[in-house]
């Protein structure tokens, strides 16, 4: 199973690469901590980033605001976690559907139905988007490369493990799985698209189809 990436690329979902990670195990789970960041999260969702206080998420979550603060910092802080722990959440939902035994380019293939359903289709995510555009898309633009590289990771690790398991031949992973992170990310950005990529079965028809060309490709066999 690939591994999850480590915090530092996550974090560029709320902050800007040039500031440090102040959150490192934020996200760890623990009673207290899930309460904190699901009434974090759910205020999010309600009121957004920008209207959503500690003494909100202190009275959603039960948790004071004085243990808030120890823990995280700064209300920034608590949007890096949520977000860690999302973005953990999503990466091991995938893990937890891929099927090991299909051929490559189908578990490629589902593996970018998932991502591109759960981005059409995470909440807070969306919410953002929607409603505080100003604050989210510079995240995801001008400082995207931390979400680039921690998509990048994680299908480097995925590659790579059928690599290990001599399904596929042996190759660089890094650049095929940038290249793939780099389209999501624009899919998500602009969905608009002239590819039949309407439902699920025509993403993973599609994506299916490229896997199946790029990975000769990559080998070097004839297509």
């Not at 440090?20 to 934020?26: G, K, R, S, W």
Request: hydrophobic residues 40%.
């Amino acid at each position: 199973m690939p591994s999850a990436p480590t915090s530092t690329g996550f974090l560029g979902l709320i902050r800007p690469p040039e500031e440090p990670d102040t959150t490192a195990d934020a996200a760890a789970s623990t009673p207290e901590r899930d309460a904190a960041l699901d009434g974090a999260r759910a205020a999010f969702l309600d009121f957004g980033i920008r209207r959503t206080t500690m003494n909100v998420i202190s009275r959603r979550s039960g948790v004071s605001p004085a243990t808030l603060y120890r823990w995280y910092g700064s209300k920034d802080g608590i949007v890096a976690a949520v977000a860690l722990r999302e973005i953990r959440r999503f990466l091991a939902e995938i893990d937890a559907h891929a099927d090991a035994m299909a051929p490559p380019e189908e578990q490629l293939a589902e593996v970018t139905v998932m991502v591109a359903r759960g981005l059409r289709e995470q909440p807070l995510l969306q919410r953002l988007i929607e409603t505080e555009p100003d604050d989210i898309l510079p995240r995801l633009t001008t400082h995207g490369w931390p979400i680039i590289a921690a998509g990048a990771e994680y299908l480097t690790g995925h590659i790579q493990r059928l690599i290990d398991e001599g399904h596929i031949a042996q190759f660089d992973p890094a650049p095929l799985a940038e290249i793939l992170a780099r389209v999501t990310h624009s899919l998500l950005l602009t969905p608009q698209t002239s590819l039949r990529l309407g439902d699920d079965e025509t993403i993973r028809f599609e994506a299916r189809e490229a896997f199946r060309w790029l990975l000769r490709s990559v080998e070097g066999t004839p297509s």
